[in-house]
């Protein structure tokens, strides 16, 4: 009964399946083989546009070579200052770039706004002396398990755009973000809002070790920003030489829908666990629960029990704890969660 992160999660049957089906016979190596090249048409199908797909094995080196990729080492990568690229990933993006400037802003409920961003581009632009606002980045779903709607997306991108900036979406839970947001299609949230480059991911959601760097368009600078990408991933040691292993778990993950049947089951497992909590008075939800991230505040002796009784949580620095729900996770679990707290609610 492990929600302190679906992390915890083992790998879908679906795709342990398909990395026991590569394993017969040989293949290519370094992504020339025939399962990589399928991925490619298959995201292509996905997100309704041309795009140039690099599976890379972590959400860190993801994130941090498409940042790279778009961001000169004397310019600044505006983010939230709770996005996983500020506060947790070792200065990363800081290496991969060669000293570029992460610059965290606030925004409510884990969100960026228009407003804010906008706030901040005056300063220093044009300037030898500043770091100049390079590329802006967004997490889909945000560290507080919140979800950007379409039109959000796309008012942050127009911001940035006048000063040829580029917009760059973590998804490490991107498809808890889409199986949310019901009607808003992937590329509706993506390059239709104006993101240049989405880093997919699969781990949190029934993968073994698999995330995808996507890059949208058939631009000329576009092609030219995945081109650089493919030394990069490279040079930093991120090119697997037998790449269809990595590329076997994406395209079993997107292929009969089971990337959003994942996220469906984890969503509705937080919104099960959510609306549990919001029946007991000594609890409090801290932000609105629209993926499948709950951040709650309750009673240190209700976390304690909950401790004691084996669950899995984590706490935050503020007394608060996040629960994560992820595929894995089902109705008897959240509702033995939900006892416990309830007993030490009554007690």
Known sequence: MNFASDNTSGIAPEIFEALARANHGTASSYGEDDITAHLERHFAE????????????TGTAANALALATLTPSWGAILCHQESHIFTNE????????GGAKLVPLPGANGKLDAATVAAQLPGGLGSVHYPQPSIISLTQSTEAGT????TEIAAIAEVGRPHGMSLHM???????AVAFLDGA??????????????????????????????????RAQARAAAH??????????HLWSKLRFLSAQLEAYLADGLWLRNAYRANRAAARLAEGLRQIPSVSLLFPVEANEVFVRMPEETIRALEDSGFGILRWDDGSIRLVTSVDTIDA??????????????A
Do not use: C, H
């Open 90 to 97: 070792a200065n990363a993006p800081e290496f991969y770039t």
């Open 185 to 218: 299609t992937p590329a509706d949230i993506t390059w239709r809002a104006g993101v240049d480059v989405l880093t997919f991911g699969a781990t949190k959601n029934g993968a073994m070790a698999a995330e995808a760097v996507v890059f949208f368009g058939s």
């Open 46 to 57: 996905i997100f309704e546009t041309e795009v140039t797909v690099f599976p890379v094995a």
């Open 228 to 237: 650089e990408f493919g030394f990069r991933r490279k040079r930093g040691g």
């Open 333 to 346: 679990d959240v509702d033995a969660l939900l006892a416990i707290v309830g007993q030490r609610q009554r």
């Open 147 to 150: 979800v950007y709607r379409p």
């Open 170 to 176: 973590d998804g490490a839970r991107f498809a808890n």
